[in-house]
Every structure is written in structure tokens, then in C-alpha cells.
């Protein structure tokens, strides 16, 4: 990507591009015929100060900072916990027809029949994947499902009159979502450690359940990317105390269609649409985070919720479910997400579904294996990976003064995509690789090679890696001076609005 | 099998490597009372070619109506070059920007939009988006009680003139943390918040909300209520349509101080109605308060060639490194549509937002003309409003007016009884600037037909 | 090996107290929490006149990579900030027990001698830290 000619790697902002009354004529209305007869109090004084520029120099600006990005489309990208497979383009065009895409989220319902079908369709799949009696498809993301699945315990608890539960109990692996989502529904989180093999340390989970606890969110397989064997003495130890159990969806492609939540005892899901069901990541969203019920809670489902009545559906709302937890959008939510992992769901269909935990978990055992024959240290030697798997550089930075965050940058220069690095916090050092089931051999051998490339650099000229990458059109950031130096809006033109 | 590329050969030569004698192996910490997974329910894959077939027959079931819809959701001309930039691989496949090397595109076009937004609601900082208005609003009012420790308050002014459904969604997110929304009428006759009925003692608040427009398209008094709210150590959150801002008074120069917080629907900016989302929420404040702000934030840095390249920053602030005292549980937000809001602000630029607003205000103006003719039909509230209005229907139920509109495919707006019971008769008129003059004789006859009945 | 002076007196949580003539004492964070932490980006201080209790959260510093709560040693009454932090946070980081002080507190009449240790006792407690 780098190019050695220095003025082809500068990327001027889109303001620098500007010229004072340069327009876009083909888009703007002509200037109104009427002045506009509003108090002049309410009015802005001049226009705010955003870019002139030409259709052609938007164009190509915002052509070219795409070409500055990796993207699983042009990149291997094996990002743990994030479920970074291929996104087919079907699921894209098919969202994006005009009797979808122009639709007003407040049309009649009895113009609606055809996507109400889609939407009610995906709910079903998605409890028969789950195993779970009801589905929502209301949260935007799995932070809002997480939000969602806990508030709907507390309602649970709150509705028996039982207020004394008060804790939240996460293992202290979990990812940060889950004790902050806590504290959002009114708990505290309290931690509970986690074993030298990577399970929960149950003698911890019994210690610490209590008629204070609310319940226990747990993520299977757990963020170490092995599979919590004890879980249905977990699920023994909760319910017995009077908790509920929360099952965090993230990871949910190593057991796609071979466990189901429902089974292992969870009460509440949420599954991640934007990882399992391959709707695109967009940059950072957006994302859909349905949430699933047993029983229990099924009067305490987000609005809305598409009900089918005979040959024809509708929405479900707050009359025909007056124990909902509520609204978390001022719409459905995002619809075109959904839309697309329907498309997915349809294309994929049972077998399809079945295949996706074990191609998925194919690969990381692979790629495990192939990382282990070249000297890298699985953070869980003697544990299958599931669909993902931690290796520790711990040794590379004690040796060698090269750490995690060096390894990844100097993978950039191989044209891949690091992956995830630093969490869970639990080990040092770390990498948490997921391929996903999308990913062919060869590309899994490139990255083992790439990996004892960089070890064998790490090595003979450990400089190369600590000061990775080389290629890409920035050298490595100084992240410090962007947090203590807050440059957060381009202020060159003195640009008043 | 569908997006799985393995040939056998590959799968034998694996299962080798690793030393498993087949996949199932690969499972075998599972213990075998939970591998009873049945997905008989769900139908077999089909062919791209059938799922296409089978989308298409239920796209066409909308059969696109002339649209006078808004509420929130708004129909506005999307140049093509947005779509066609937002879509390409490089952006629409990649994911959050954590390695900032590798994500300098995604990187530099949220600094843009950060840049723009703060510039449009002339506040100093930004983030790089929330899910929604509702949703954004309910982090405002989170946020408005974590700065403003001084009040020692978690009640928070919530005007009745806010949307409805962003009420319901800010009272589902604060519900559990001791928040109390405290409601404001608005004035009958005027449609908004009379500043001279505001309490003259109204105890330790938060925060006001300033909706602008407000539900019903009319226009606050933005700078008389955000004066008095400061004058009681309130903050102010203004929510806010943003293309409106851009013929309308910003946030930032609200009263003599400005507004504290500033958010609302990033819809209007490029992304369209799509049957509901996804749309984006966005966020701006002072930066005074801009540790306190939740979501994503990208900062200016260099590297080690002291070369300009971007990162996220303050994430100490964020789920992933703060975990239970983190400002939200955000993690991933609405990055693809704010790339396409940034690209059609851009295409816009200042002055086509501009006119674009002016031209929805004309379009409604030209609506109400062309009404004033139409016996049983007036607008309700007397303030001055941007480009949705009330009307007031006699002669016939307004569910019935609607429903005949329907037939005739127009949505003639949204019934307000529902929401505002005192309301009863009346509803929701939108116009932008999607809305020809042939258009609006469209409605004017279609509505005229709905009432002769 | 980190920097522990021998005339402070330490915390479990990796904060220093030293007492001071005129009967307040100031307060800080470790070398070895400071290592820990990395640069520090912004140092979030306490209100002059807020009342502290040994053990409980009393501001916080950032770094890049963490965001670490600083629990107050002593109950006690804050007197003074050390607001050059404001503008220059990386004191924390090059002067953990000097420049980079995070706050001058008033100890309570009543106040519980609270669990403070030696040097050689902290020193033990972050080798044994170390090792895990």
C-alpha cells in the first residue's frame, strides 16, 4: 500500500479541498421563491461551514481514503469475537430493493406483509437456532441486546416482588459490555474468576451466589475461546440460588446449529447479527443484537415484535404486551440488518447452518496446530479451539522485547489483518485468532507463515517489528499524544459556522 | 455448501495436521447431552437465484406510496454517489477502526464528520455516532446527569412536545438508575413550551430537553428557554433535526451560553427511510463535558515520521477498557450510514443543505396555500413551523381520511390520536423537498375525495 | 525493580501517603502503578473540601490503555489538588512521589489507621505481584 513517491501517501481532509462558492447544482433545490418567513430570531445568520467542493472531488476523495482501509473484502481478518467472515452480496442487493429501501417505517401495516414476513420468519429461525420459546428483534446492536436481556431479569425479579437481588455476577474474562450493561440496569458487577484451563472456577460461583444475586452472564464458548464444560453445573448453581442466566451471543458461530443456548440452560440471549449471520461491519455498525427468552420472560420482550395472526402479521405493542421492557428505538430498528441476515438465513438453510460451527472450528484447530509447529505458545495447549483460540507472545516480550502490539503491526505489512490483541485482559500478551469458516487453507498457511516470519525478524532485527508497519500509508501512531493533545475537529480554516 | 470453500482433500490434509480422525472429534469437550440441536424448523438453502425471487415478490407487497409521512423518518433526494461510495468493499466490510494503521480511510472520514456535525450544531466536539435519536437522546440524559454533578439532581425536564417514541425509549434506558423525567406541557394553542409558564422555582434539575422542531414541526423558543434553564444551574440538550440546522438557529448559539449537549436523528443526511433503520444517532457537547460524552471519538495524531494520521481516542472511556464505570455500553454503533451522511454533506456542502431546508419549509407552505381551500381542513397550532404541521380534520374520523389516502396511494401523514389523546382528530403532515408541486395537488385532491365521502 | 522511597508509607492499591509537617498529608500513586498503567492521558482529581474514606474511589488517572480508579488511603477531608496535572499529566509518570502528587488531605479526628505498610512490605507485596 505504501507508495514511495512522498506526496502519494498525503491525504488532505475534504476541507482542505474547498473553494468559497463552489456547488453541487445537480443536488440542491434551486434557491426557494419565497423568502423564508420565519422570525428572524429562529434563523441561523449564514450557512454552516462545511465543504465546497465538486461531485468529482468528492468522488475521488472519498474513493481513495476507502483504498486506505482493511476490509475482509480485500484482507484476511481474523479478528477473535468478532466473526469477521465473507458478507455476500446478495444479502446486500436483496435488502436494498426499493420496496424495502423506500419504505416509511410508519406505512400501513397491510403494505408491509412482505417485509413483516421476513422479519417474522427470522424470529423463528433465530429461536429454533437458539432454542428459545420468543425472539426480538428491537436491539440495534448486541450492547442494546446485552442491555436488553438484563433488564428484562430485573423485571423478572422486580415483577415477584424478590428486590433484593442486587448483583450481577461475570466472569472476569467477560468483554467490557457486560459489566457495564450491568450498572446501566441499576446492579453491581461482581467478578468471578476464572481457572488455569479456562473454565469458571466453580467453587467461586458457589461461594458467591446468594439470595443477592440477580444473575450470571456467561458467554459460551468464553471469551478464551474454549468451551465452558461445567455449564450445566453453572446453570444448577444459578438457578438454584433464585438467579437467572444470561447468555452473551458473541461467540455463538463456534456452536451454530451443533448446541443450543436454550439447552444448556441459559433463560435470555442475545446474539450478534453482525458476527453470526455475516451482516456487514460497516466501519464500526451497524449491527443488530436480537434477544431471546425462555418462558419465563416472555412477557418482558422489547417492542416490537412481529406477530403472525392467520395468513397475516403486525406489530405487537405495548396493549398486547403491557410487561415489555419497552422500546429501544423510535422505530423497529435497524431493519436493513435484519433484512440481510434473513438473506443470509435463507441462503445458508439448515445444512448450511450445521456446517458453520464445524468449518468454522476446522479452521482455528488448524490454525492452531500450524501456529503451534512453528513455536507459538497456545495460551490453552491441552483445550480443542472452538471457533477461536489464544496464542501468548509472553516470551517474545521478555526475550525479545517484542510484544503483542509489534507481532500485529508488523502482520499489517503481510496484508493481513491483526488479530484481536489484548483481550481478554486475563492473558498477557495475547492474541485471540478466530478465521471463520468463509477462510480456505492457503490463506490460513500465509498467516502461520507470516506469524514465523515476524518471529524469526523478532529475532535477528527486532527493530523492524517494533517499529511496524512499514507499508501502510502511516507509520505506527502516537496514540498518547492523541489523547493528551484532543484533536477532535479541524479548526484550519477557522471554519465558523 | 454455501460460502465454505474446503475441498476434501483440504479437509483430510487439516484433520492430519491437527490429528483429529474426523470434525466431530473437534467437539468432543462437549459434553453429548447437549449436542441434541435440532434445526429441522428451518428450511433447506436456497439457491441465490430463489432467495432472490422469493424478496423480490415481497418488496414489491410496499408498493411505494407518494409519501407526506414524517415523524421522525424523512424522505429527502439522496445524490447516487453516496450509495454507490458507502457500499464498496473498503468501507462496507471493514470493521471498527482499533488498528488504526490499517483503518486510515474509515479514520479520517469520521474526523470529517466530526468536524462537520460540530461546525452544523456549532458545538466544539462530536463523537462518531450513537444507534439512533431515541437512543442518543437517552444518552444525553445520562450524560447530563453525570456532568452536572454541581446540581446534585437526576431529574431531568422532558417537554410533551418531544417525539413520543423517543420519550418511551429514554424511559426504558433510564429507568433503572434512579433518573426521573419529569413532563412539560406545551402550550395548546401554540404548540410548544410557552417560556413565560415555566415554573419561577423549579427545584434541582439536570437537565431541559429543547426539542427543535418538536413533534409537531413547530418551532421552540430556543433561546428564552435555554437562558432561563441556565439561569437554574440547568444544562440544556438540545434534539434536533439536522438538516433544519442548517437554515435554523444551532444549538451552540442557543441563548447567551448555547446549549450543553446537542443530539438527534442523523437520518435526513443521506441514509434513507429504509423501513426504519438502520439510521444513526449523533452527539455533540461542549468541550468541557467531552469525557462524559459516550461513543466512539476519533483524534488527529501523527506518526512516527510526524506524518498527520488519525485514531480513536478517549477510549479509557469506553465498555472495552473502563468495563463497569464506563460512560455507556456502546461498542458497536451506525459507522456506515454516518460514512454516507459525511458524503452527502459534502456533496451539499452549506449552502445546498440550505436551500434544501429552505425548500421543505416552501413545500409546506405551498401545502397549506393550496389546503386553505379545502373546507374542513385547518392547521391546528398557531407557531411557526419547519416542514411537518398539524391539521385539523372535520367531517370524517381521521383514521378513515388516512386509510381512503392510502387507497389512493398517498401516506397522507400520521394520526396523532394515539399519542395525544387531546389530539384526537388532527395529524402529522410532512413536506420535503422530494415533494413536487404535481405532488402536493396530488394530495390536495386525494384529500378532498377522502372527505367528500 | 520500581522505585518504593522508604520514608512513605503505601497501600495495597499501589497509593503513596507521605505526611507532611503541618499534620495533612499528600497522596499519589506508585512507580509501579504508574509502569503499569502506562502514559497517562488525563488525570480526573478530586473536589477541594470533598470528604474521603480509606479504601473508597477518589479520582481517577487515564492512560491510553486503562482508566485506573485511585482509592483514597485515609478518611479525611481534601485540602489541596495538584492542578498542574491538568495540563501536564505525564508528572504521574516521571515523577510518581514528587511533581506528580495527586492530592493533600486532612485526616479525620476519628480516622482508623487503615492498612498501610512499610517500604519493605509494599516492596514484597509487588514482587510477589510480579512473579504471577
Known sequence: MRDERPMMNESPLIFEQSRPGRRNPAHAPEAPARPVDMPAELLREAPPALPEVSEMQVVRHYTRLSQRNFAIDTQFYPLGSCTMKYNPRACNTLAMLPGFLGRHPLAPVATGQGLLACLFELQEILKTVTGMQGVSLAPMAGAQGEFAGIAMIRAYHDARGDTARREILVPDAAHGTNPATAVMCGYTAREIPTDAQGDVDLEALRAAVGPQTAGLMLTNPSTLGVFERRIIEIAGIVHEAGGLLYYDGANLNAILGKVRPGDMGFDVIHLNLHKTFSTPHGGGGPGAGPVGVGERLLPYLPLPIVAREGETYRWLEESDRPHSIGRLSAFGGNMGVLLRAYVYARLLGREGMERVAEYATLNANYLMARLREAGFEPAFPERRATHEFIITLRRQARELGVNAMDFAKRLLDHGMHAPTTYFPLLVPECFLIEPTETEDKATLDAFAAAMAAIQHEAETRPETVKTAPHTLPVRRLDDVRAARELDLVWEGDEGKP | MPFIPHTEDEVREMLAAIGAPDIEALFDEIPHTLRGADLSAIPAGLGEQAVSRLMRTRAAADRQPLCFLGAGAYEHHIPAAVWEITTRGEYYTAYTPYQAEASQGTLQLLYEYQTMMARLMAMEVSNASLYDGASALAEAVLMAVRANRAAKSRRILMPASVHPRYRQVVQTIVRHQGIELVSLDFDAGQGRLDPDSLPGDPGPCAALVIPQPNFFGCLEQVDALTDWAHRHKMLVIAVVNPLAMALLKPPGQWGARGADIACGEGQPLGVPLASGGPYFGFMCCRRAHMRQMPGRIVGRTIDLDGRTGYSLTLQAREQHIRRSKATSNICTNQGLMVTAATIYMALLGGEGLRRTAAACHDGMGALLHRLADVPGVAQHFTAPAFHETVLRIEGRPVEKVLAAMAEDGLLGGLALAPHYPALADTLLVCVTEARSGEDLDAYVDALRRALAV | ?132
Open chain 3, 1 to 132: 525493580m520500581s522505585e518504593i522511597p522508604s520514608g512513605l508509607k503505601y497501600a495495597k492499591t499501589h497509593e503513596w501517603v507521605e505526611e507532611l509537617h503541618d499534620g495533612t498529608v499528600r497522596v499519589g500513586i506508585t512507580d509501579h502503578a504508574q509502569e503499569l498503567l502506562g502514559d497517562m492521558v488525563f488525570v480526573e482529581l478530586p473536589e477541594v473540601g470533598a470528604a474521603v474514606h480509606a479504601g473508597q474511589e477518589c479520582a481517577v488517572v487515564e492512560s491510553v490503555k486503562a482508566a485506573s480508579d485511585v482509592y483514597s488511603p485515609v478518611d479525611g477531608e481534601v485540602v489541596a489538588v495538584n492542578e498542574r496535572l491538568a495540563d501536564s499529566p505525564e508528572l504521574v509518570n516521571q515523577d510518581p512521589y514528587g511533581d506528580g502528587w495527586i492530592m493533600q488531605v486532612r485526616l479525620a479526628d476519628d480516622a482508623e489507621p487503615g492498612e498501610l505498610m512499610g517500604a519493605d512490605d509494599y516492596a514484597a507485596m509487588v514482587e510477589s505481584e510480579e512473579a504471577e
